[in-house]
């Protein structure tokens, strides 16, 4: 992947408060999840169940430690005829979506996301595989982006 | 363009819609009937038979305690049933104008559905065997999207084919007036596009109807000139050799186990031989779907019918192919056959078990044959002689293909090869990339390979390749997205 980040230009970065997003959605189920199986050991008395959620507990704190690198690598980059967005740190991955491919452009808000002020953008072409989601977008920025892309888009239309 | 078709008046379907369509339930319906008044009709002819209690079930007996009542409700129902028939068959009505293609339909639920035509994907006529006889056939017309399809079922065979003629010749409208500006000969449409003469005396027609049914199922396609100029000539006994070597395997293994049960285990039998039906049904199913296999090229796109009883004949618009999947299962080798499968911009590839066949468009063919059938779609396409193939450490994901596994461009199109033992060669053209995408993961990493994944329309095909060596997939990847930013129309 180095190939594609050494281009010489830079990233878009995501809202740093995406970070708390990230983290109030990964504790939410990972903290219900030890709470439950906490339940096990206590209930039956058998004390190596323990070990089950203290296996939950270790690695939500492995996630959580992770969160802000893979918010941090999460980035796009709008050029002149095409988007690229890339995610993951263990697991890269890199897409390239000409703007002329572009069906159509959501912008959805979370609870969660709603109560930073922010939203995330869908980029749907007509093959599902794409999959070009950019998340914790300030909700303004999410919306000039979006007018900026149908623009872009209807510039560069391409038939199906 | 204005032809019959497009005249922008409402028409209805075929007469005997509803009655083809309810025809299947009026027959179960007729069937339960007979089996459950068996013993009554044996019973009133040859005389109860002593010591037999001619009705046991519950039904029956009811029924000839109250069969006034019994008469009376049949009788409604068919009367509701009809009726209801005829008021949906009323309801449902189409139009074609220059622009659009619109469908009607409901009684209670009205709904109203409106396409474009240049958005048209492609183009089926589908005669199942009941509605042929009938001489009705369900047209399918595919557009971009999903759930995009407009079904007309049924409409009379003549007026399918000559919907179709119309349909297409619109959808393609703008290839055709580029053709004939080149000065290239331009063909007269197959089908025909203009309505058959009605004069005659009722009689006349009455047996001229009669003629015309027989000879449209006898040559069901109205096909002549297709099955003339097919490109593949389809041998029965090679589509079984095929169908029995691709399943052959499984084939044998269920064979095999029947055998050994039924020596052990004769009681067993009841259970085998429907499992036996049923596994030997579907390869049977597989090859008479696939009889009476042809494919040309016609002004309007490309034409591929197949089917032995129910019969499918399609047309895909040039340049609606999004992916094109050579494939060769291992037993296929010695042979040299290969099989044919496409990725295109319709619903159909949701509807299940149909749509799977729509996705072939070459069941199998000798090596020449799949050339030409790929230069239909992509007509200057060859091989390439070079692939950028994996690195020799990535031998240990790709044991023995590694070798063979990688990818080539030409102008227009990306190729990528996969598989030593099942062979795989996926072309894409560049101007129907809808993205691309790169991926590796800790363990490729430390492998220095990557994996590039060229997104298409969903479908059969799944245009991917792993195991590249990290600075070839991202040539490759920068390459691919140029270019598909090149060939964009």
């Known amino acids: 992947m180095t190939g594609i980040a050494a281009a010489g230009e830079t990233w878009q970065r995501v809202s740093p408060r995406y970070l708390w997003v990230d983290l109030i959605t990964v504790l939410i189920p990972g903290v219900v999840i030890t709470g439950g199986l906490v339940v096990a050991p206590i209930a039956s008395r058998i004390a190596w169940l323990w070990v089950l959620p203290a296996a939950s507990f270790v690695i939500l704190v492995l996630v959580l430690a992770f969160t802000p690198r893979r918010v941090r690598a999460i980035g796009y980059r709008l050029r002149e005829d095409d988007l690229i967005f890339r995610r993951g740190i263990m697991w890269h991955r890199v897409v390239a979506v ?5 069906q159509l452009v959501d912008v959805n808000r979370g609870p969660i996301a709603r ?4 939203a995330e953008l869908k980029f749907v072409t007509a093959a599902v595989a794409t999959g070009v989601v950019i998340p914790g977008l300030p909700e303004a920025e999410a919306e000039s982006l979006r007018d900026r892309l149908v623009v872009l888009a209807e510039s560069r239309r391409a038939a199906l | 363009m204005t032809t019959s078709v497009a005249d922008g008046e409402w028409h209805r379907l075929y007469p005997a819609t509803p009655f083809l369509r309810g025809g299947i339930v009026v027959i179960a319906i007729l069937g339960y009937l007979i089996v459950q008044f068996r013993d009554v009709f044996i019973g009133i002819f040859i005389g109860t038979v002593a010591g037999r209690e001619p009705h046991e079930d519950p ?39 220059d622009e659009l293609i619109e469908e009607r339909e409901g009684v209670i639920w009205r709904r109203h559905r409106r396409g474009r035509l240049d958005r048209v994907q492609g183009v089926d006529i589908v005669r199942p065997l009941f509605p042929r006889i009938f001489g009705a056939a369900r047209l399918e017309i595919s557009m971009a999207g999903s759930d995009g399809s407009i079904r ?7 007026r399918a084919d000559e919907l179709r003629a119309g349909i297409l010749a619109a959808a393609s409208l703008r290839r055709r007036t580029e053709a004939q500006e080149d000065g290239a000969e331009s063909h007269p449409l197959p089908g025909p596009l203009h309505p058959p003469e009605d004069s005659g005396t009722r009689t006349s027609r009455l047996q001229g109807a009669i003629v015309a049914r027989a000879n449209e199922f006898l040559t069901p396609e109205l096909r002549e000139p297709v099955a003339a100029s097919s490109l593949v000539t389809m041998h029965p006994g090679r589509l079984v050799g095929a169908t029995a070597l691709r399943f052959g395997t499984a084939m044998l293994l269920v064979l095999a186990g029947a055998v050994l049960a039924t020596i052990y285990r004769p009681e067993l039998l009841f259970v085998i031989i429907p499992i036996l039906i049923g596994v030997y049904g ?37 340049g609606r192919v999004h992916a094109i999947e050579l494939s060769q299962p291992l037993f296929w080798r010695p042979f040299g056959w290969w099989r044919v499968r496409i990725n295109r911009a319709s619903a159909s590839v949701r509807d299940g078990g149909a749509a799977q066949a729509n996705t072939t468009i070459l069941p199998v063919g000798t090596i020449e044959e799949t050339l030409r059938v790929v230069g239909l779609i992509l007509p200057d396409w060859t091989e390439p002689a070079d692939f950028t193939v994996s690195p020799r450490r990535a ?32 072309l894409v053209p560049l101007a129907r990339v809808q993205s691309v995408g790169i991926e590796d993961g800790p363990l490729t990493r430390a492998m220095r390979l990557a994996r590039v994944d060229v997104h298409t329309v969903v479908g059969v095909v799944r245009a991917r390749v792993g195991a590249l060596d990290a600075q070839d997939a991202v ?6 997205e140029t270019r598909a930013l090149g060939a964009m129309t």
Do not use: C, K
């Open chain 1, 98 to 102: 000409p703007y002329g491919r572009m």
């Open chain 2, 152 to 158: 007309l079922s049924y409409v009379a065979s003549a």
């Open chain 1, 115 to 118: 109560a930073f002020g922010l």
């Open chain 2, 282 to 318: 579907f390869a049977a199913r597989e090859v008479l779907r696939s009889l009476q296999y042809s494919i040309a090229s016609t002004p309007d796109g490309i034409r591929i019918g197949y089917g032995l009883l129910s019969t499918t004949n399609e047309t895909l618009p040039p």
């Open chain 2, 395 to 426: 031998r240990w994901v790709r044991w023995f293909s590694w070798r063979r596994n990688g990818f080539a461009f030409d102008d227009r199109t990306v190729v990528l090869r996969r598989g030593r033992f099942w062979r795989t060669l996926t």
């Open chain 2, 475 to 480: 040539g490759m990847w920068r390459d691919i």
């Open chain 2, 59 to 97: 039904m029956t007996r009811w029924l000839l305690e109250h069969s006034a009542l019994a008469l009376l409700i049949v009788f409604g129902l068919l009367v509701a049933i009809i009726g209801f028939g005829w008021l949906s068959w009323r309801m449902h009505t189409y139009r074609v104008t």
